[in-house]
């Protein structure tokens, strides 16, 4: 039995608990990016989006905050680290792409960085936008 194989009997396993877990998932709108068009009234382009709704797992990691806790009682700071999602390949949305924008909550993010990890997920790194 090859190494995939076995690794393919434990995510067949665990994917489907993993994302029915409402603790460890997000549902995101994950805004495809489609074309830019001119438009000549606003004499500007306008980006077209199609939206896919669809669940995540979130992941954030290396977070750190600058707030001076010793100093000032109360005072805040920057918070600082790395937002990633993990969505099943068979639910993302075809076509998807770095144009493309993920919105979680009411926060519109980037994509920074994706990988596709063994025909299964799709890894995705962003940065905010606001």
């Known amino acids: 039995m090859s190494y995939y194989s076995q690794i393919r009997r434990g995510i067949d396993k665990v994917a489907p608990t993993l994302f029915a877990d409402t603790d460890m998932t997000v549902s995101l709108t994950w805004r495809v990016f489609k074309e830019s068009i001119f438009d000549t009234v606003q004499r500007k382009n306008i980006e077209v989006y199609e939206d896919h709704t669809v669940i995540a797992v979130k992941v954030m990691k290396e977070f750190s905050s600058t707030a001076p806790r010793a100093l000032v009682p109360g005072a805040g700071g920057l918070i600082q680290g790395e937002i990633r999602f993990v969505?099943?390949?068979e639910k993302a949305p075809p076509d998807y792409g770095y144009r493309d924008m993920l919105?979680?909550?009411?926060v519109t993010y980037a994509i920074d960085e994706y990988s596709e990890v063994l025909k299964d997920f799709v890894l995705i790194d962003v940065k905010g936008l606001g």
């Open 103 to 106: 919105v979680d909550g009411g």
């Open 87 to 89: 969505v099943q390949m």
